[in-house]
């Protein structure tokens, strides 16, 4: 049961990270000639002890699973194998920056995820059967971060992230005939994140694109499915997102 039509359009969605692409590499030119130019903006930016900020991530996701021991006996020679399938979605959020050293900030980041995250059972045959997860649509996550930046040089600075990120499902198929088809998984996560970015200072805003590995920690199945994913021990959530990040 397609639940979000809005998932299909995501195929096509690499023609616009080659633009984002572009216009980073753009954008990021033109603080280049600034620096070059002498021109400092935002001098008094690092000073504060608060900054504020928002975010739009575009992401990759999927399932990372553990087979169960019993994929391995002769209820499943009709098995060939359990995969996940890579989905892209996006993301919008919140940033509260809090200056701790003059190189270390903490950040936290709420935002709302919506992804789409599935599974696909091939069959000897070969057939193929594909089951979405229940936490279709989306997902409040919190990141809690720490920022360790370089030394800004003109009107750039490079950066390393990284830190944890509980999050909790907060819509999604919920109804049990609707649940048939789908797996089963817990509405908490929790999972490590890092990256790295860049600061790039304008006149009037700070804009920071940058790249986050998550990595998910606890195991999202359900003790309550046993129906889609008898041969699956432990499912994991992992993603690899682009941030466009502004902020003053």
Not at 22 to 31: D, E, H, K, Y
Not at 136 to 164: H, Q
Request: aromatic content about 12%.
């Amino acid at each position: 049961m397609q639940t979000f039509d809005l998932w299909d359009k995501f195929n096509l969605c690499w023609a616009k990270v080659v633009i984002g692409v572009v216009v980073i590499v753009a954008m990021s030119g033109n603080a280049v000639y600034g620096q070059l130019e002498g021109e400092v903006n935002l001098p008094n930016s690092d000073n504060k002890k608060i900054k504020y900020g928002f975010s739009i991530g575009v992401f990759n996701s999927n399932f990372k699973l553990k087979y169960d021991d019993v994929f391995v006996t002769p209820a499943f020679d009709s098995v060939q194998s359990i995969n996940p399938v890579n989905k892209f979605g996006f993301s919008l959020g919140l940033i509260a920056n809090f200056k701790l050293a003059q190189y270390l900030d903490f950040r936290v980041t709420p935002k709302v995820g919506f992804y789409q995250n599935t599974i696909e059972i091939v069959y000897t045959d070969p057939t193929r059967e594909t089951f979405a997860a229940n936490t279709d649509l989306s997902r409040v996550e919190i990141p809690l971060l720490l920022k360790y930046k370089s030394a800004r040089r003109g009107n750039t600075r490079m950066y390393l992230i990284g830190g944890v990120t509980p999050a909790i499902r907060v819509s999604g198929s919920k109804n049990e005939q609707e649940l048939v088809d789908r797996i089963i998984v817990e509405d908490q996560s929790l999972s490590i994140e890092f990256g790295f970015g860049l600061d790039l200072y304008y006149p009037l805003f700070r804009f920071s694109p940058e790249i986050r590995f998550s990595r998910g920690i606890n195991n999202m199945l359900s003790a309550n499915d046993i129906a889609n994913t008898e041969g699956v021990q432990r499912l994991t959530l992992n993603s690899v997102t682009l941030y466009l990040q502004f902020g003053d």
